[in-house]
């Protein structure tokens, strides 16, 4: 099933490849003017050194429209508007609504996907910083799998390095217990900078935590048994975390950077056996074409420092082996913030220099901006220190619960909670899937939380709104699925419309890897059904207008629903 546009581009597209002697796109656009508008014509021209409305006209008087447009009409220099036929949308109507896919059919070229986002570091807090990676993340895994390809998420936390020296020695002079108690407690942030402190101020202790590293690197019984401590006692509060967001990674999705180390002496002979290696100020490096520094020099990767120690480089190289080689993904996607944009393009660059990185297989920095607090710079608390993820979800949850009770008083205290929750986390998720994700934003709670604009409450309520509907006609909305649907008025053909066109917008979103085109879509749905209901009663219509206007209200809450799925988020029956 096919959006009337691009049912209207593959009926074109043989006549324009007649006209062209090849293959040429119809340019099949939405139009403020018409339903459609069809703007191949004019690049053709250009080509054929032809007129474009004569053109147009060849495509006309193909007739290749007249099943689904009740109008085909030459404007301009050699536009084509369109009119679809009433009949034509209902029909496709229908053929969704009694399916579960709303129209969208699986991707028939479907690819080995590995998504690497989260990455938080052990021993270390969550911070505001990494709301957008995780929720970017997910919502394109989800999305991902409904449209069939395989993915795989990777967790790549920061659990190796130096600073686990200290790390470690720190645990033993606290105690495990003790720990994990702080940790439990969500005190990461105390524990590190203990252990930091106590580095700076205590020559015992450096030379205790140095000592530790050696022994960690070796691969001391012992000290790996410390190491795995930390590590399950972070990746424990982690999951805490990703349980009160609502995302899917779990601990069979963590791949942290201690996975890779054995693995990273094969990754530097395999680059000397490729001829890419050089020396530069006793680093061992390799120079990517096109890369060059301020002073217009040849820009090196360092993948082993002078010391002999291996590096970030090294370690994401490794990943694009592993990756390719051993999981057969084709599409690496990186949900990496916009600051490490050179990093990956050097290391995918070395990496197609090496040969590990051939078509069909691509690499795709995912890049974003940063959230920003109202002052425009790094969202931070009071006390100056990054803001807690934690904490930012548990005030998003409160702040929800004062607002749900204000709305809907008589909502019990366990519904009150469940949808305050619900509100809550979806609204901060959808702040940040909502904007452009190359784009910085403010975090502004009053926004965010608001039940009127391009909200996620908004868009929930719409939902829950549809809902109430059905429950106060007591109609099981599964018995309206079959209905017979029909356009009479204009709001019924622009819902109609918007629904039809829910296949292109996850295309447009996923080709992009932009879930915002998604969020706009899903607003523009909940303001087409605002304005239908607010013009064509539904209850108070006579059969079969009153039943083709329940299958149109269940449609939009099955996509507004899906589409909110999609992105993380749930969607309430009542609020």
Request: hydrophobic share 40%; glycine share 6%.
């Amino acid at each position: 099933m096919a959006d009337p546009l691009s049912l209207v581009n593959d009926l074109l597209a043989p006549v324009f490849a007649d006209i062209a002697g090849a293959p040429a796109d119809p340019v099949v656009r939405p139009s403020d003017r018409a339903d459609a508008q069809v703007n191949g014509a004019l690049p053709l021209a250009k080509q054929l050194g032809t007129n474009p409305r004569e053109i147009a006209q060849r495509v006309v008087d193909s007739g290749a429209l007249q099943t689904v447009c009740t109008d085909v009409e030459i404007a301009g220099p050699g536009f084509i508007n369109l009119t679809f036929d009433d009949a034509f949308l209902a029909a496709e109507l229908g053929a969704i609504a009694v399916g579960d896919r709303l129209g969208i059919v699986a991707d028939p070229h479907p690819r080995t996907v590995v998504i690497d986002y989260s990455a938080p570091n052990v021993a270390k807090e969550m911070h505001a910083g990494h709301l957008r990676t995780t929720v970017i993340g997910d919502a394109l895994v989800r999305m991902l799998e409904f449209a069939g390809h395989t993915v795989i998420r990777e967790n790549h936390i920061g659990d190796w390095g130096r600073p686990f020296g200290m790390l470690i020695e720190h645990l033993l002079d606290i105690g495990e217990d003790v720990a994990a108690e702080g940790m439990q407690q969500g005190d990461l942030d105390g524990f590190y900078k203990a252990a930091n402190a106590k580095f700076a101020d205590d020559e015992e202790f450096q030379a205790r935590s140095r000592d530790r590293v050696v022994k960690l690197q070796s691969y001391d019984p012992e000290t790996i048994a410390l190491w795995e401590r930390l590590v399950e006692m972070s990746t424990a509060y982690f999951n805490q975390v990703y349980d009160k967001l609502g995302v899917l990674l779990t601990d069979d999705d963590l791949m942290g950077e201690s996975v890779y180390q054995p693995k990273m002496q094969e990754t530097i002979d395999r680059l000397r056996s490729a001829g890419l290696l050089e020396e530069s100020d006793g680093a061992t490096v390799v120079f990517p074409p096109g890369f060059t520094n301020r002073d217009n020099e040849p820009l090196p990767l360092i993948v082993q420092a002078r010391t002999g120690g291996f590096n970030y480089a090294t370690s994401d190289l490794t990943c694009v082996i592993d990756r390719v080689e051993r999981l057969g993904a084709d599409l690496l996607l990186y949900v990496v913030g916009a600051p490490q944009a050179q990093h990956l393009q050097m290391v995918f660059e070395v990496a197609k220099m090496a040969g590990w990185l051939e078509p069909p297989a691509e690499a795709v920095h995912v890049s974003f901006g940063s959230v920003l607090g109202e002052d425009r710079k790094m969202l931070r608390s009071r006390s100056g220190d990054a803001v807690k993820l934690v904490e930012l979800l548990d005030e998003a949850v409160e702040r929800a619960a004062a607002a749900v009770a204000e709305k809907n008083p008589d909502l019990d205290d366990a519904e009150r909670d469940e949808v305050a929750r619900t509100i809550g986390i979806g609204a901060v998720k959808y702040a940040d899937l909502s904007t452009d994700r190359i784009k910085d934003y403010v975090f502004d709670w009053d926004r965010m939380l608001a039940f009127e604009g391009n909200t996620a409450p908004y868009l929930q309520y719409a939902h829950a709104r549809i809902c109430s509907i059905f429950r106060r006609a007591k109609v099981d909305r599964t018995s309206v699925r079959s209905t017979e649907i029909a356009l009479g008025e204009p709001q019924e053909r622009e819902l109609a419309k918007r629904l039809l066109a829910y296949p292109s917008a996850l295309d447009d979103t996923l080709a992009t890897y932009s879930p915002h085109k998604l969020c706009t879509y899903l607003f523009d749905l909940a303001q087409d059904f605002m304005g239908f209901y607010e013009h064509c009663p539904v209850m108070k219509a006579d059969e079969p207008v009153r039943s083709s206007r329940l299958a149109l209200s269940d449609l939009t809450a099955r996509t507004l629903e899906h589409g909110l799925g999609l992105l993380g988020i749930t969607a309430p029956e009542a609020m």
